[in-house]
């Protein structure tokens, strides 16, 4: 059976540079050459930069991205945190599985982020390696409290219209207060998808009342 000609390009994006430009969903996923898991690289990062791109030129009719993430580099996340925060396109995210250290703060840029109800978040500080020299020591250390400040504030920011600050009445410093306690108080911060949304960092679980399908989460206006 012959597969027509606008199906087969539509297959070949999709597996081949991850956009379906007629339906306007991206893919945001692992390098699939890598022999291993792999997370947000400058690669999958460069390509989901110009999918969005792509994207924006052709209309400002909201873009629908599947993430299915592992984390990633810290730097590449941001990037692609940016792009999706700063486009013309309102962007929506329907997340599977995973949606771990960096790749939770990705989650956290788009107007409407729906999770698949078995996919869990995972928050916590980042890693990084620190080299012997003693000013590079200091340096890496500066850095990374700056840039861990800003994952809070972040997560904060989406935290302030959650279900728990609207019912604890919690000011910005409370929830704040409340995120740093439970970074510091356990190294993985893992909250299953309803947690998730009891805390703001997602808005809601397929298949739930706002978000009943895809089609319900692409096409959402408001």
Same mark, same amino acid.
């Given at each position: 059976?012959? *597969?027509? @000609?606008?199906?087969?390009?539509?297959?070949?994006?999709?597996? /081949?540079?991850?956009?379906?430009?007629?339906?306007?969903?991206? !893919?945001?996923?692992?390098?699939?050459?890598?022999?291993?898991?792999?997370?947000?690289?400058?690669?999958?990062?460069?390509?989901?930069?110009? /999918?969005?791109? !792509?994207? /924006?030129?052709?209309?400002?009719? =909201? %873009?629908?991205?599947?993430?299915?993430?592992?984390?990633?580099?810290?730097?590449?996340?941001?990037?692609? !945190?940016?792009?999706?925060?700063?486009?013309?396109?309102?962007?929506?995210?329907? @997340?599977?599985?995973?949606?771990?250290?960096?790749?939770? *703060? %990705?989650?956290?840029?788009?107007? !409407?982020?729906?999770?698949?109800?078995?996919?869990? *978040?995972?928050?916590?500080?980042?890693?990084?390696?620190?080299? /012997?020299?003693?000013?590079?020591? %200091?340096?890496?250390?500066?850095?990374?409290?700056?840039?861990?400040?800003?994952? %809070?504030?972040?997560?904060?920011?989406?935290?302030?219209?959650? =279900?728990l600050a609207i019912e604890k009445n919690w000011k910005k410093f409370m929830a704040r207060k409340h995120i740093v306690a439970q970074l510091d108080n356990k190294s993985d911060w893992?909250?299953? @998808?309803?947690?998730?949304?009891?805390?703001?960092? @997602?808005?809601? *679980?397929?298949?739930?009342?706002?978000?009943?399908?895809?089609?319900?989460?692409?096409?959402?206006?408001?």
């Open positions: 059976m012959m *597969v027509p @000609a606008n199906i087969e390009q539509s297959l070949y994006d999709i597996h /081949n540079i991850s956009v379906d430009h007629k339906t306007r969903e991206v !893919y945001l996923h692992s390098n699939m050459d890598a022999e291993e898991e792999s997370g947000v690289d400058f690669r999958s990062a460069t390509v989901f930069i110009k /999918n969005i791109r !792509y994207l /924006n030129q052709i209309s400002h009719e =909201p %873009i629908l991205v599947h993430m299915h993430m592992p984390g990633g580099v810290w730097e590449d996340c941001l990037a692609i !945190y940016d792009v999706i925060k700063t486009s013309p396109s309102k962007i929506h995210m329907l @997340a599977y599985g995973k949606v771990e250290s960096a790749s939770s *703060v %990705i989650f956290q840029a788009p107007k !409407y982020r729906v999770l698949m109800p078995n996919a869990h *978040v995972l928050i916590h500080y980042g890693s990084m390696s620190i080299e /012997n020299e003693h000013k590079a020591v %200091i340096s890496s250390m500066q850095w990374s409290e700056k840039e861990s400040k800003k994952m %809070i504030d972040i997560f904060t920011d989406r935290c302030m219209n959650s =279900p893992i909250l299953n @998808a309803e947690e998730a949304v009891h805390y703001g960092f @997602a808005d809601g *679980v397929l298949g739930d009342r706002k978000f009943t399908t895809i089609d319900k989460l692409k096409n959402r206006k408001r």
